[in-house]
């Protein structure tokens, strides 16, 4: 090689091997200090992409569980007002049972009237339960019903072959044997709508059970206090009704059984609770008789159309992914409990007589039922979100990890590699040195 002083070439050389290893540190020195092999996308455009997307999915995760853990407050929330209605409930069924023995006075059963009033006041604040300043169990949280549903009552006690048109005195058990209804005995029926109960008594005769519901709904009573509602629609099969979400419901078995409707859907025309009952003609109550001919039980509720104003709980990364959960009417008129006549007047369940504390007593069982069916559907959807959160978390978990494999430095690698580096750069800077001192020769000739 030439000896030169305007170009001095290996260092030059050396000076670019050492910056290389400059850059070679500086990222080695990166990667240790941050702990990820990919800082930037000039690391590796395709990984950087790949876990940037999954940075995204794991926040998207965490979000999603957090909203599933609102979304359980939330439901906490109303089924604790649903559970202090049930408790109501119950007492309120001991106050009934208890309205109906005539051991009490008509003092004692008023006071039991001011007890049965104060609660169905208390149901109603239950009702108006608020979570983050929205009301749950008053209807508004609702799915969405087109079409207002009719209650619907079934008898599956009766005989397959029994129709509303069949004589009392000739009706059979759901095992063919006569009920021995005898013409001379004493029908009574009893029925709430709006709060009000109204009772009607005949001989039984040649009746048939349209009689029945036809004498029921008839009189000064249900005219004075201007109900809405009355027995109307009657089917004898397996068709029970159609529900509030449109669809047809069966019996069980397929088989035929006898159901009754009022004749106006909604809750106006709600008929919260009606009771039949057989005196004889020595004045005393047929009870094996009423539990087959009263076994009437609520398969479709009343309920007024509304919009779709579901609760909707987003539990998914993409669009749409979410828990719908529609919450009902927990109010004392959506159980039965109240109403309003059409002069406006509040009415709730009168206990003040025998015969109506011996009406409100089915009222009080198709309420229970009622607020019972609310309370386990929103456990059923607490419960599932306990799986939604398991599952979000678990999805994180892995996200995660997968992200990490992409992302994280190894650190004994990287630790090993920058001390490779480093080494280099000392050894780079010690020949630069060499490499600018070996221009100090050509002095030498210049002597």
Same mark, same amino acid.
Do not use: C, H
């Given at each position: 090689?030439?000896?030169?002083?305007?170009?001095?070439?290996?260092?030059?050389?050396?000076?670019?091997?050492?910056?290389?290893?400059?850059?070679?540190?500086?990222?080695?020195?990166?990667?240790?200090?941050?702990?990820?092999?990919?800082?930037?996308?000039?690391?590796?455009?395709?990984?950087?992409?790949?876990?940037?997307?999954?940075?995204?999915?794991?926040?998207?995760?965490?979000?999603?569980?957090?909203?599933? +853990?609102?979304?359980?407050?939330?439901?906490?929330?109303?089924?604790?007002?649903?559970?202090?209605?049930?408790? @109501?409930?119950?007492?309120?069924?001991?106050?009934?049972?208890?309205?109906?023995?005539?051991?009490?006075?008509?003092?004692?059963?008023?006071?039991?009237? *001011?007890?049965?009033?104060?609660?169905? *006041?208390?149901?109603?604040?239950?009702?108006?339960?608020?979570?983050?300043?929205?009301?749950? @169990?008053?209807?508004?949280?609702?799915?969405?019903?087109?079409?207002?549903?009719?209650?619907?009552?079934?008898?599956?006690?009766?005989?397959?072959?029994?129709?509303?048109?069949?004589?009392?005195?000739?009706?059979?058990?759901?095992?063919?044997?006569?009920?021995? @209804?005898?013409?001379?005995?004493?029908?009574?029926?009893?029925?709430?709508?709006?709060?009000?109960?109204?009772?009607?008594?005949?001989?039984?005769?040649? #009746?048939?059970?349209?009689?029945?519901?036809?004498?029921?709904?008839?009189?000064?009573?249900?005219?004075?206090?201007?109900?809405?509602?009355?027995?109307?629609?009657?089917?004898?099969?397996?068709?029970?009704?159609?529900?509030?979400?449109?669809?047809?419901?069966?019996?069980?078995?397929?088989? %035929?059984?006898?159901?009754?409707?009022?004749?106006?859907?909604?809750?106006?025309?709600?008929?919260?609770?009606?009771?039949?009952?057989?005196?004889?003609?020595?004045?005393?109550?047929?009870?094996?008789?009423?539990?087959?001919?009263?076994?009437?039980?609520?398969?479709?509720?009343?309920?007024?159309?509304?919009?779709?104003?579901? @609760?909707?709980?987003?539990?998914?990364?993409?669009?749409?992914?979410?828990?719908?959960?529609?919450?009902?009417?927990?109010?004392?008129?959506?159980?039965?409990? +109240?109403?309003?006549?059409?002069?406006?007047?509040?009415?709730?369940?009168?206990?003040?007589?025998?015969?109506?504390?011996?009406?409100?007593?089915?009222?009080?069982?198709?309420?229970?039922?009622?607020? =019972?069916? /609310?309370?386990?559907?929103?456990?059923?959807?607490?419960?599932?979100? *306990?799986?939604?959160? %398991?599952?979000?978390?678990?999805?994180?978990?892995?996200?995660?990890?997968?992200?990490?494999?992409?992302?994280?430095?190894?650190?004994?690698?990287?630790?090993? /590699?920058?001390?490779?580096?480093?080494?280099?750069?000392?050894? %780079? +800077?010690?020949?630069?040195?060499?490499?600018? #001192?070996?221009? +100090?020769?050509?002095?030498?000739? =210049?002597?």
């Amino acid at each position: 090689m030439a000896l030169v002083v305007k170009n001095n070439m290996s260092a030059i050389n050396t000076l670019n091997i050492m910056n290389s290893n400059n850059n070679a540190l500086s990222k080695s020195l990166q990667k240790v200090s941050s702990g990820m092999k990919i800082n930037s996308a000039a690391d590796n455009p395709a990984g950087y992409a790949i876990s940037e997307r999954m940075r995204v999915q794991i926040r998207s995760l965490d979000q999603d569980n957090q909203n599933a +853990q609102n979304g359980q407050n939330m439901l906490k929330t109303a089924e604790g007002s649903v559970s202090s209605t049930v408790d @109501i409930l119950k007492t309120l069924k001991e106050k009934v049972l208890d309205a109906a023995n005539d051991t009490n006075t008509t003092f004692d059963r008023k006071t039991i009237q *001011d007890y049965l009033n104060q609660a169905v *006041d208390q149901i109603n604040d239950n009702a108006n339960t608020t979570y983050n300043g929205q009301l749950l @169990i008053d209807g508004s949280k609702n799915k969405a019903i087109s079409t207002a549903s009719t209650v619907t009552y079934t008898n599956s006690s009766l005989s397959t072959a029994t129709t509303f048109g069949s004589a009392l005195s000739s009706l059979l058990d759901r095992n063919g044997n006569s009920l021995n @209804i005898l013409k001379g005995d004493t029908v009574s029926i009893s029925y709430t709508n709006n709060g009000k109960t109204t009772t009607t008594s005949f001989s039984v005769g040649t #009746s048939n059970l349209t009689d029945v519901f036809n004498n029921a709904t008839s009189g000064t009573a249900y005219n004075k206090f201007g109900n809405s509602a009355s027995f109307g629609t009657t089917s004898a099969n397996s068709v029970i009704g159609t529900t509030a979400e449109g669809l047809t419901m069966y019996t069980a078995d397929g088989s %035929s059984a006898l159901s009754i409707s009022s004749n106006q859907a909604g809750t106006a025309g709600n008929i919260s609770g009606f009771t039949i009952s057989i005196t004889g003609t020595d004045g005393n109550v047929k009870k094996s008789v009423n539990s087959v001919l009263d076994a009437w039980s609520e398969q479709i509720s009343a309920q007024d159309k509304s919009n779709d104003n579901a @609760i909707n709980m987003q539990i998914g990364t993409k669009s749409s992914q979410t828990i719908r959960v529609g919450l009902s009417d927990m109010r004392a008129k959506a159980l039965g409990l +109240q109403g309003v006549s059409t002069d406006g007047t509040v009415q709730n369940l009168d206990v003040s007589t025998r015969a109506n504390a011996n009406a409100a007593v089915n009222v009080l069982d198709n309420a229970v039922q009622k607020a =019972l069916k /609310e309370q386990t559907k929103i456990g059923a959807v607490e419960n599932r979100l *306990d799986y939604t959160q %398991s599952n979000l978390t678990t999805q994180s978990e892995n996200v995660q990890a997968s992200e990490s494999t992409i992302r994280d430095a190894n650190m004994a690698k990287e630790m090993t /590699e920058y001390t490779k580096n480093n080494v280099l750069m000392q050894a %780079s +800077q010690a020949m630069l040195a060499q490499a600018n #001192s070996s221009s +100090q020769n050509v002095l030498q000739l =210049l002597q």
